[in-house]
Nanobody, 121 residues
């Protein structure tokens, strides 16, 4: 069955960096987009970034130039490199997969369990 497992969350000070990983199994990894979403306390799920099967990247405006997503199809893993983190980046981060990138969370078929990112001084 399709499985996505996130790792790499943690606590960091403002201006710091974290790299999240999303390991996929049970599907043809290189033929699926990997999207990243986050949910802050008391807020709705928000799209963050996506990497398409052919490696194209998409970002929400609030993280553009700070976050980078990429994939390693040999390792069946996608990554979200987060630099210059801000307090407002604090959230549970999820990866999800579907055929192509989309900013709409409900269009994604399968989800990981989420990983907490906390940015605080």
């Amino acid at each position: 069955q399709v499985q996505l497992v996130e790792s790499g969350g943690g606590s960091v000070q403002p201006g710091g960096s974290l790299r999240l990983a999303c390991a996929g199994s049970g599907f043809t990894f290189e033929k699926r987009a990997i999207g990243w979403f986050r949910q802050a306390p008391g807020k709705e799920l928000e799209d963050v970034a996506c990497v398409s099967p052919d490696g194209h990247e998409y970002y929400v405006e609030s993280v553009r130039d700070r976050f980078t997503t990429f994939r390693d199809n040999v390792r069946f893993t996608a990554y979200l490199q987060m630099n210059w983190l801000k307090d407002e980046d604090t959230a549970v981060y999820y990866c999800a997969t579907r055929a192509e990138c989309s900013p709409v969370a409900s269009e994604f078929d399968n989800w990981g369990q989420g990983t907490q990112v906390t940015v605080s001084s």
